[in-house]
């Protein structure tokens, strides 16, 4: 599976995936075989964290 390369188009498929298919983050990242670590420092990049509490990147 290829993530989109834009911070602002991967935040936006991220949270959509969040909302509609997982539970957490972590349950994404391992499902979809993806670096959790990287997810979170490019869109940290663009002012952007994980809230486990809301389940999205906020």
Do not use: H, T, W
């Amino acid at each position: 599976m290829q993530l989109p390369n834009d911070p602002n188009m991967l935040l936006s498929y991220v949270n959509l995936k969040l909302r509609d298919f997982y539970s957490s983050l972590e349950n994404m990242c391992d499902d979809m075989d993806i670096s959790q670590a990287e997810i979170e420092e490019k869109l940290k990049s663009i002012g952007y964290r994980y809230d486990s509490a809301r389940n999205q990147f906020v």
